[in-house]
């Protein structure tokens, strides 16, 4: 089946995860290429089956080099260790499951090779990393998105995936069936710190990280959490380092210099650190 049928497919007998961004009425029907709201709204269905729901342009730091690098140490195993272990927290994996700030897709589809099934929605503010995830990946239905403006329904979701990318505990509350799950990934104090100290070697104030403040936030919304730790190295060819310097947010506020010196002095390999929190509605 086209990707474009296969998407109309899977909006027309799931109409009930989405609102309307605009009026957050329902949306009623498949129509043509289009997806209609009970006020007259319609999104226009692409041909790679995505949905673009924001109403205004947004912009956003990540270009197409910096998605397509990610999407290359992903495939080549970079977050996989830390997927495993996600995995064994989603309850309903039969259920539906959303990636929130699924960047290029390649987490969803990661878990997905690990079994998990039922309906898949990825959404990213990003258009480039969306159209990236819809050309890769067929397995989940792709759109971009902002929760701000959200185009998910209430309480129609079994789990939440926050990995990497910001929260808004308000609408995640909304989105969750009751015993609904959010689990989120946040960098711990050593995530990439070997790039760090090579990224700020004279700005010792830059080569250390917390996620306190994170980590507090999501207590806060959901006080009976756990909190687990995953640690790991992983080995770098210098294809996957040169990837790695590309794709990292680290090297953002890192000077030219800086990242020439990173470059000259590839690193074998490198540590994933995170915390991840596993909240219950
Ligand atoms: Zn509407």
Redesign the pocket.
Known sequence: MKKIEKAKKFLQENLDLFQ?P????SFHTVDGNSLI?????NFNISKKGTIHFLTKGVSNEYNTEMLSARFRIAKAGLFDHMLDEIMTHIEEKNGTTIDIGSGEGSQLDYLSSLGLEGKKIGFDISKDAIALAGSHFTDAFWCVADLAHSPFASERYDTLLNIFSPSNYHEFKRMLKPNGTLLKIAPDKDYLVELRNLLYRDREEKQSYSNDVVVAKFQEHFPDSHRYTIRYTFPLTLENYQDLLEMTPLSWGASEEAKEYALAHPLKEITIHVCLLVGKM
């Open positions: 309307c605009i009026c957050q009425e709201c009970l006020g007259g709204h």
